[in-house]
């Protein structure tokens, strides 16, 4: 009868790796990083002169939030829950309304043509307004514009805006930009 | 019920075998190593994020610079005071020092990827807003304007 091989002891090898994944767990973050995304407008040069850019008064809402983080949308005070159906009208002007933005024919590679709204939302701060009231502000911007695409993505598509494919969701996106400028800051301590 | 019965045989308890522990704990170690990130910095700064709703998940974050803003946590605060502070990297920075982070992390980046660079914004919840208005326009001044606010997605 042939010598059996002593078998390895493998008891250890479970200490082992405990060891390398408490290690692991230590040293490392698990936490997802996320957040809302912004393009900062590029800095206007010194040399050129400088030209007012003037939008038209009827495409622009002036979205404020002063020191006390009390909000102002198209200069009349407002509550932050109200604010988004404030802007989502804004945006899309159902009846026509001459003092809502104007809608213009755009053509839209691979769908056609679409009246764009050429609304601006321009959101302005005090240096004393608090970070979180800010970003709640924004928060309820970003939640008019998605909910104004997944609107156009289930009008055209019968689909939500997430489910659509990348050329749809660029679609969407052509067809209802997200317009949003955080202006120049400037001094608005003496309002 | 035979195995009752023999009673005259000497039968042990076959000992319980534990070489699959190990493989479950490895299992378990490359679970996290693929899920997780190493640390990179210690946070010198109480960060609280704000809550939204609309968040959207980062998608490159080997390409995102981190400026975190708030005030000390408490073992600083007795040297550097309760006031909002930026951190960039692993100290204490004003605001003219931005640009040379930016410029730093933008070097170590490759060409190709400098244009997709983030800046994540990390700031506290309760922190005004003048301070990070002075972030934003000292990153427009190093056109870095590919931003993010750092938000974390409430709890449902």
Redesign the interface.
Known sequence: MSKKTPELNSASSADIAFLLLSYFLMTTTMNQDSGLQRRLPPIPDENQAVEDQKVNRRNIIIVRINSADRLFAGNEPMDVSFLKDKVKEFLVNPNNDPNLPERTPKEIEGFGTYNVSKGVISLQNDRGTSYKAYIEVQNELVKAVNELRDEFAKAHFGKAYLSLNEDQQRIAREAIPQNISEAEPKDVSKK | MAKFGNSGSKKEVPGLT??S??DI??M??FF??V?????ETENKVMVNL?????????ER?DL?SYINIGSPIASLQKMYGTDARIQLNDSFKTVDEIRDFIAAERDAMSEVDRQYM?V?IR????????I??DV??E???C?A?????????PAQ
């Not at chain 2, 899920?35 to 640390?39: A, L, Q, V």
């Not at chain 2, 700031?123 to 003048?130: L, N």
Request: glycine share 2%; charged share 25%.
């Open positions: 534990t070489a522990m190990s704990v490895f378990l170690l996290f190593m899920t997780t990130s190493m640390r704000p809550e939204a709703s609309e968040v959207a998940k980062l974050k995102t983030t994540s700031a506290d919840a309760d922190v005004r807003m003048g990070i208005t934003k326009q990153l427009r001044r056109s304007l590919k931003i993010m606010y750092a938000a974390r997605k």
